[in-house]
Nanobody, 126 residues
Framework: VKLVESGGGLVQAGGSLRLSCVVSGASFSRLAMGWFRQAPGKGRESAGAISRNGANTDCPDSVKGRFTIARDVAKNTVYLQMNNLKPEDTAVYSC????????????????????WGQGTQVTVSS
């Protein structure tokens, strides 16, 4: 299974970015997906999760109301729409996938995931 992220970059505070993660080598509809981020000197944390069927999403309080996760089955792609970005959102963002038994489950723990992308840098300037 291969995950390839894109869409990172440098943006001013208050701006927006949309990250994409294209999945290949597996049946996309059988995968629950997540986005994680890791800031310099910090551990990796969840930035959002979405169920196999896309019906359920979960975002941590730190990004709730600003980040939206979505998936497009036709494109084998999961997105992370990030609005009203803050300097503290600066991090390497990675997508992750796991084969899930149930269509409605979301997973926010990084230990839940089997497959990982290489990450894309997001830098928010003040």
């Amino acid at each position: 299974v291969k995950l390839v992220e894109s869409g990172g970059g440098l943006v001013q505070a208050g701006g927006s970015l949309r990250l994409s993660c294209v999945v290949s080598g597996a049946s996309f509809s059988r995968l629950a997906m997540g986005w994680f981020r890791q800031a310099p000197g910090k551990g990796r944390e969840s930035a959002g999760a979405i169920s196999r069927n896309g019906a359920n999403t979960d975002c941590p309080d730190s990004v709730k109301g600003r980040f939206t996760i979505a998936r497009d089955v036709a494109k084998n792609t999961v997105y992370l729409q990030m609005n009203n970005l803050k300097p503290e959102d600066t991090a390497v963002y990675s997508c992750a996938a796991k084969s899930a038994a149930y269509t409605d489950d979301t997973f926010s723990s990084l230990d839940s995931y089997t497959y990982w992308g290489q990450g894309t840098q997001v830098t928010v300037s003040s």
